[in-house]
């Protein structure tokens, strides 16, 4: 069944319990991501936006609140429902890019296809040519720059069927030619599967054509 | 299309070759020990046991220490005798010997006829490890025929003794075992004569047995002597080499047929002694699997970035731990294969004394069934821990 809303209810990473109110859009409120649609959730650092991806990802559970797909709180999911969620159903770009140093471009995107048997070896390598690092495709991760890991791992979590997808400052990194790309891409490929794209930044905001506008 | 060797890429690193190799070198020669020992043991025990293979060497025949002549005098066990026997911790159980008493000829047709006189004895049938052949003897038959199993003390004492000084035949097993005895049985007037087979040959049972129905049902019929307490007990005891019976039988004036305590003894040291280099062959099985445990440890605990990343993909636990139980799995069966050859290279070592002594060796099976259990409780433990620490990796 696919994830049609994904609900914060007076939802608050537990860190910030003793802070004053903040005025935020997220945070102690009711808000709900509907697919879709397109969501722009704008901060400065520190604000609590990569907690907030690594909430709805099942990744880390240290908020208070409730956080619901179609109603439903995630907070009980087991080990074996998040996989097929993170497979399926969410697709996350970290911050933090989170790609192997030890393995080639083409094998860190590989090893999520692999998972989810989505794209073929072409898309994957049309894509890259489109972001403009096909060259790279055999290098090693570690001797990438951060500008082109960053497209690497936006490649990479388009290799799977997804409800939403959540990128976490996807493009802080990338020139304005390389944004528009890398953001026609995401929007195409969310277009294609009917998904909701929920994106974060502090600055340099992914080239979104009137998204929805959240401040944490 | 799987094509699981990226993963493998990843986590195959911080393997520590050495620390593998160290596992299953240690492991390899706790199990060689365990092994080699175990099957030494059996070979060695299975010579011991090989001339009896309807009494097993647990079972100890008792009888009273006869002193000076005694007539009339009783030399048998009583009730009570019998009663202080059973209680002792050594024995599992006892049984009294029920003697003939009644009068029994055999004769041999061989063209001049062998005729002498006879006793039998019997024992009860659950005390057979396996019955002798045909061991039944069913009155209502037409013409019953009587089993019987001949001390080879006996044959031996005819053969040797008797037999090469008086220019009588002398006899091998087989040939007596082809022969047809004819037996008669009287007393109270009455009279039969029954064929006999010899059907087995016994060193534990230094008397000529027949089954306990046969005995029983001649004595009911033929019986001219009242009946009298048992002269000899058959005992089964938990170990035949504990020194408690000797000083028991001893303390009681008793002694035990043909003191198979002896070999006994010799069989518990035997024992202690394979006990003692089976436990040092576990104990380097045991730290061996530490040294696994230790060496997955670390392994899981380097890695578990890469771990938490996997699953942060989309990989489930059992996805990651798979890699790990593989290697666990290959090392083990591995160990547990060279071991198995070397406990089958050993045995041609002892396979040559063992057979001139006219045994066979015993069977590898239950050697290898022992590691294969040893090796799958090792992978056991080791698949659990490496499936708790994934997840804790989560």
Same mark, same amino acid.
């Given at each position: 069944?696919?994830?049609?809303?994904?609900?914060?209810?007076?939802?608050?990473?537990?860190?910030?319990?003793?802070?004053?109110?903040?005025?935020?859009?997220?945070?102690?409120?009711?808000?709900?991501?509907?697919?879709?649609?397109?969501?722009?959730?704008?901060?400065?650092?520190?604000?609590?936006?990569?907690?907030?991806?690594?909430?709805?990802?099942?990744?880390?559970?240290?908020?208070?609140?409730?956080?619901?797909?179609?109603?439903?709180?995630?907070?009980?999911?087991?080990?074996?429902?998040?996989?097929?969620?993170?497979?399926?159903?969410?697709?996350?770009?970290?911050?933090?890019?989170?790609?192997?140093?030890?393995?080639?471009?083409?094998?860190?995107?590989?090893?999520?296809?692999?998972?989810?048997?989505?794209?073929?070896?072409?898309?994957?390598?049309?894509?890259?040519?489109?972001?403009?690092?096909?060259?790279?495709?055999?290098?090693?991760?570690?001797?990438?720059?951060?500008?082109?890991?960053?497209?690497?791992?936006?490649?990479?979590?388009?290799?799977?069927?997804?409800?939403?997808?959540?990128?976490?400052?996807?493009?802080?990194?990338?020139?304005?030619?390389?944004?528009?790309?890398?953001?026609?891409?995401?929007?195409?490929?969310?277009?294609?599967?009917?998904?909701?794209?929920?994106?974060?930044?502090?600055?340099?905001?992914?080239?979104?054509?009137?998204?929805?506008?959240?401040?944490? | 299309?799987?094509?699981?060797?990226?993963?493998?890429?990843?986590?195959?690193?911080?393997?520590?070759?050495?620390?593998?190799?160290?596992?299953?070198?240690?492991?390899?020669?706790?199990?060689?020990?365990?092994?080699?020992?175990?099957?030494?043991?059996?070979?060695?025990?299975?010579?011991?046991?090989?001339?009896?293979?309807?009494?097993?060497?647990?079972?100890?025949?008792?009888?009273?220490?006869?002193?000076?002549?005694?007539?009339?005098?009783?030399?048998?066990?009583?009730?009570?005798?019998?009663?202080?026997?059973?209680?002792?911790?050594?024995?599992?159980?006892?049984?009294?010997?029920?003697?003939?008493?009644?009068?029994?000829?055999?004769?041999?047709?061989?063209?001049?006829?062998?005729?002498?006189?006879?006793?039998?004895?019997?024992?009860?049938?659950?005390?057979?490890?396996?019955?002798?052949?045909?061991?039944?003897?069913?009155?209502?038959?037409?013409?019953?025929?009587?089993?019987?199993?001949?001390?080879?003390?006996?044959?031996?004492?005819?053969?040797?003794?008797?037999?090469?000084?008086?220019?009588?035949?002398?006899?091998?097993?087989?040939?007596?075992?082809?022969?047809?005895?004819?037996?008669?049985?009287?007393?109270?007037?009455?009279?039969?004569?029954?064929?006999?087979?010899?059907?087995?040959?016994?060193?534990?049972?230094?008397?000529?047995?027949?089954?306990?129905?046969?005995?029983?049902?001649?004595?009911?019929?033929?019986?001219?002597?009242?009946?009298?307490?048992?002269?000899?007990?058959?005992?089964?005891?938990?170990?035949?080499?504990?020194?408690?019976?000797?000083?028991?039988?001893?303390?009681?004036?008793?002694?035990?047929?043909?003191?198979?305590?002896?070999?006994?003894?010799?069989?518990?040291?035997?024992?202690?002694?394979?006990?003692?280099?089976?436990?040092?062959?576990?104990?380097?099985?045991?730290?061996?699997?530490? @040294?696994?445990?230790? #060496? /997955?440890? %670390? &392994?899981?605990?380097?890695?578990?970035?890469?771990?938490?990343? =996997?699953? !942060?993909?989309?990989?489930?636990?059992?996805?990651?731990?798979?890699?790990?139980?593989?290697?666990?799995? @290959?090392?083990?069966? #591995? /160990?547990? %294969? &060279?071991?198995?050859?070397?406990?089958?290279?050993?045995?041609? =070592?002892? !396979?040559?004394?063992?057979?001139?002594?006219?045994?066979?060796?015993?069977?590898?099976?239950?050697?290898? @069934?022992?590691?294969?259990?040893?090796? %799958?409780?090792?992978?056991?433990?080791?698949?659990?821990?490496?499936?708790?620490?994934?997840?804790?990796?989560?």
């Amino acid at each position: 069944m696919r994830i049609d809303t994904i609900e914060l209810k007076e939802a608050l990473p537990q860190v910030f319990r003793d802070d004053p109110a903040p005025e935020s859009q997220i945070w102690l409120t009711d808000v709900e991501f509907r697919r879709p649609n397109l969501y722009m959730v704008a901060a400065e650092s520190g604000k609590g936006k990569s907690s907030m991806c690594s909430y709805i990802y099942g990744n880390r559970n240290d908020y208070m609140g409730q956080i619901l797909f179609n109603g439903e709180d995630i907070r009980n999911y087991d080990i074996m429902r998040w996989s097929e969620i993170r497979r399926s159903h969410l697709a996350l770009l970290p911050q933090e890019l989170r790609l192997f140093p030890e393995l080639s471009a083409m094998d860190n995107i590989r090893l999520k296809n692999r998972l989810t048997d989505f794209k073929t070896e072409e898309e994957i390598l049309m894509m890259l040519d489109m972001l403009g690092i096909k060259h790279k495709a055999n290098q090693l991760a570690a001797y990438l720059s951060v500008g082109q890991q960053q497209r690497v791992a936006i490649v990479r979590s388009l290799c799977q069927p997804f409800d939403f997808i959540m990128l976490d400052e996807p493009v802080s990194h990338l020139d304005a030619g390389n944004n528009r790309i890398a953001a026609d891409l995401i929007v195409e490929e969310a277009k294609r599967q009917q998904a909701g794209v929920i994106t974060t930044s502090v600055g340099n905001h992914l080239a979104l054509v009137d998204p929805i506008t959240l401040r944490l | 299309m799987s094509q699981p060797s990226i993963v493998w890429r990843l986590l195959r690193r911080n393997i520590s070759a050495g620390q593998i190799a160290g596992f299953a070198a240690a492991n390899l020669v706790g199990m060689i020990i365990v092994l080699t020992a175990l099957q030494f043991y059996r070979d060695v025990t299975s010579v011991i046991n090989t001339e009896d293979n309807m009494l097993t060497q647990d079972y100890i025949v008792l009888s009273r220490k006869v002193k000076d002549v005694s007539f009339g005098k009783s030399t048998g066990f009583s009730v009570a005798d019998i009663a202080d026997i059973e209680k002792q911790p050594w024995v599992k159980r006892v049984a009294p010997f029920t003697a003939s008493r009644f009068h029994v000829t055999g004769k041999i047709d061989l063209g001049s006829g062998m005729y002498t006189h006879l006793f039998f004895e019997s024992i009860p049938d659950d005390y057979f490890d396996t019955l002798p052949p045909d061991w039944s003897f069913d009155p209502e038959e037409e013409n019953p025929t009587i089993p019987i199993v001949l001390s080879r003390d006996y044959l031996a004492l005819y053969n040797f003794g008797f037999a090469a000084t008086r220019g009588l035949p002398q006899f091998s097993e087989e040939l007596i075992s082809e022969l047809e005895l004819k037996v008669s049985v009287s007393g109270n007037g009455l009279e039969r004569t029954f064929p006999g087979r010899v059907v087995g040959f016994s060193n534990r049972l230094n008397t000529i047995s027949a089954p306990q129905a046969f005995v029983e049902w001649a004595n009911g019929i033929y019986a001219v002597d009242k009946e009298e307490d048992p002269m000899r007990l058959i005992v089964q005891v938990t170990d035949p080499g504990d020194p408690v019976i000797k000083a028991y039988l001893e303390e009681h004036g008793m002694e035990s047929a043909g003191d198979k305590l002896e070999s006994g003894k010799a069989a518990h040291f035997f024992t202690i002694a394979t006990t003692v280099v089976v436990g040092v062959g576990v104990i380097i099985c045991l730290l061996s699997f530490f @040294i696994l445990m230790l #060496s /997955v440890y %670390l &392994l899981i605990q380097k890695n578990r970035q890469k771990i938490h990343d =996997l699953i !942060l993909l989309g990989y489930t636990p059992g996805q990651v731990s798979k890699y790990y139980i593989r290697l666990s799995v @290959i090392t083990n069966v #591995s /160990v547990l %294969l &060279l071991s198995c050859i070397t406990v089958f290279v050993a045995q041609q =070592l002892w !396979l040559e004394p063992v057979r001139t002594i006219g045994s066979e060796v015993a069977s590898l099976i239950p050697t290898y @069934i022992v590691g294969l259990i040893m090796v %799958l409780v090792i992978i056991g433990f080791n698949v659990a821990a490496i499936k708790r620490l994934t997840r804790r990796s989560v």
